[in-house]
T-cell receptor, first 112, second 111 residues
Framework: GAGVSQSPSNKVTEKGKDVELRCDPISGHTALYWYRQSLGQGLEFLIYFQGNSAPDKSGLPSDRFSAERTGGSVSTLTIQRTQQEDSAVYLC??????????FGEGSRLTVL | KQEVTQIPAALSVPEGENLVLNCSFTDSAIYNLQWFRQDPGKGLTSLLLIQSSQREQTSGRLNASLDKSSGRSTLYIAASQPGDSATYLCAVKYNTDKLIFGTGTRLQVFP
């Protein structure tokens, strides 16, 4: 597609379950970012992938969070043993090297 | 510490007014600065990107300026319309490639 695609758009899960969120970046974009936006809060950086370089994981809030990017394209953000404080909108963005960022519509996660 | 601040936090104006939204950053060694809008429940839409070597960028009724020495950027919206109502976010990119976001300005334009 023409834009960044994220799935699922909405996910409701029970505390303690694992969830996977998917991001399809714009074709050809080498950089991919994950951000988290909690209700009424700003955007919190989670992780950044650039080409084949080691990802910048400095924003991941705990070891329950992990992300991978396969083949330099699709990325999956995994949250293990979800907690209620994980409830937020998870936003993915991609860019060509260091240029303009384009965001997806986000995945809204609700942990009951 | 690299921080980005936006003022005002919220703004409510009648249709037709010209607006200025402000963005300040503490570290002037930026790579670029990007303005976004976010509608409720939606992702971010890119509005303007200014490279560190540029002073301003324009798109339609939007004009963004950059003054690195003072650590400021402004987004100017001419002849505001109700459809401009949204949250406006500025984000600063440094050489680490990490984009640091401001807390946003929530704009409401009423008819």
């Amino acid at each position: 597609g023409a834009g960044v695609s994220q799935s699922p758009s909405n996910k409701v899960t029970e505390k303690g379950k694992d969830v996977e969120l998917r991001c399809d970046p714009i074709s050809g974009h080498t950089a991919l970012y994950w951000y988290r936006q909690s209700l009424g809060q700003g955007l919190e950086f989670l992780i950044y992938f650039q080409g084949n370089s080691a990802p910048d994981k400095s924003g991941l809030p705990s070891d329950r969070f992990s992300a991978e990017r396969t083949g330099g394209s699709v990325s999956t953000l995994t949250i293990q043993r979800t907690q209620q404080e994980d409830s937020a909108v998870y936003l993915c963005a991609s860019s060509h090297s260091r240029w303009e960022l384009f965001f997806g519509e986000g995945s809204r996660l609700t942990v009951l | 510490k690299q921080e980005v601040t936006q003022i005002p936090a919220a703004l409510s104006v009648p249709e037709g007014e010209n607006l200025v939204l402000n963005c300040s950053f503490t570290d002037s060694a930026i790579y670029n600065l990007q303005w976004f809008r976010q509608d409720p429940g939606k992702g971010l839409t890119s509005l303007l990107l200014i490279q560190s070597s540029q002073r301003e960028q324009t798109s339609g009724r939007l004009n963004a300026s950059l003054d690195k020495s003072s650590g400021r950027s402004t987004l100017y919206i001419a002849a505001s319309q109700p459809g401009d109502s949204a949250t406006y976010l500025c984000a600063v990119k440094y050489n680490t490639d990490k984009l640091i976001f401001g807390t946003g300005t929530r704009l409401q334009v009423f008819p």
